[in-house]
């Protein structure tokens, strides 16, 4: 069975720290993708980044990078120099392959405040 | 690209009416079509996958006879849900896994159909 664990359900910071939203999975399949999705508060998911199991490259994208390590199972998200805009839920996936549906985490609310 | 429409996006009825929420793929053929189900300030969950031209494949706990699935198209899943009582109100969202392509890419998700049962 897959999980995904996202321990720290609530995080708040003031603009322009950085912070890091932990991502922790479990899954017994060899070939599978991870997700992370922003929710903002009009409901909407957002996609941000898929990295499936066979690239543990890191990803960085403007102010966001992603560390996946296969060895911790891990895939930990972070956003440098946060925003106000930042402010929403932000939800890691996993799931088994494309065409599989995808196994959320409880997801984490991030709080910037000017 | 890939782009899911989702209607309505906000519906009230009254307990012990019916319900249909429409989840459209725009731009692509999706073959699969997945509904999830959210509660406030809680994760999503998977209720059921829709696949074109055949049943849906129910979660565990999810009553297949209250929550209609049918996806008689690769572009058109329709959700119903039947005699709808208070505790249904919740957020409701499809998705649809994506054509494949080049890049990053992810699951494309309708925008949300927010329930309320009175």
């Known amino acids: 069975a897959q999980k995904v664990t996202q321990a720290q359900t609530e995080i708040s910071v003031v603009e322009k720290e950085d912070v890091t939203l932990d991502c922790v999975y479990e899954?017994?399949?060899?070939?599978?993708?991870l997700f992370w999705y922003k929710q903002p508060p009009s409901g909407e998911l957002v996609f941000l980044i898929r990295?499936?199991?066979?690239?543990?490259q890191n990803e960085i994208s403007g102010r966001y990078s992603w560390n996946f390590q296969k060895s911790t199972s891990s895939f930990n998200f972070t956003i440098t120099a946060s925003q106000v805009v930042d402010s929403a839920v932000y939800f890691c996936?996993?799931?088994?392959?494309?065409?599989?549906?995808?196994?959320f985490g409880k997801g984490t609310s991030l709080l910037v405040t000017p | 690209g890939a782009v899911v429409s989702q209607h309505p996006s906000r519906v009230i009825c009254k307990s012990g009416t019916s319900v249909k929420i429409e989840c459209r793929s725009l731009?692509?053929?999706?073959?699969?079509m997945f509904w999830y189900r959210q509660f406030p300030k809680q994760s999503l969950m998977l209720m059921a996958t829709?696949?074109?031209?055949?049943?849906?494949?129910?979660e565990q706990g999810v009553e297949k006879d209250k929550f209609l699935i049918n996806h008689a198209s690769l572009t058109l899943s329709t959700l119903t849900v039947t005699s709808a009582h208070p505790e249904d109100s919740s957020f409701y969202i499809c998705?649809?896994?994506?054509?494949?392509?080049?890049?990053?890419?992810?699951?494309?998700f309708g925008s949300g159909t927010r329930l309320t049962v009175v």
């Open positions: 998705s649809a896994s994506p054509p494949i392509r080049t890049g990053n890419y992810g699951y494309t």
């Open positions: 899954t017994r399949d060899t070939t599978y993708y």
């Open positions: 990295r499936n199991s066979f690239d543990e």
């Open positions: 996936a996993l799931s088994k392959n494309s065409g599989y549906a995808l196994n």
């Open positions: 731009d692509f053929q999706a073959t699969t």
């Open positions: 829709s696949n074109e031209g055949s049943k849906a494949t129910y």
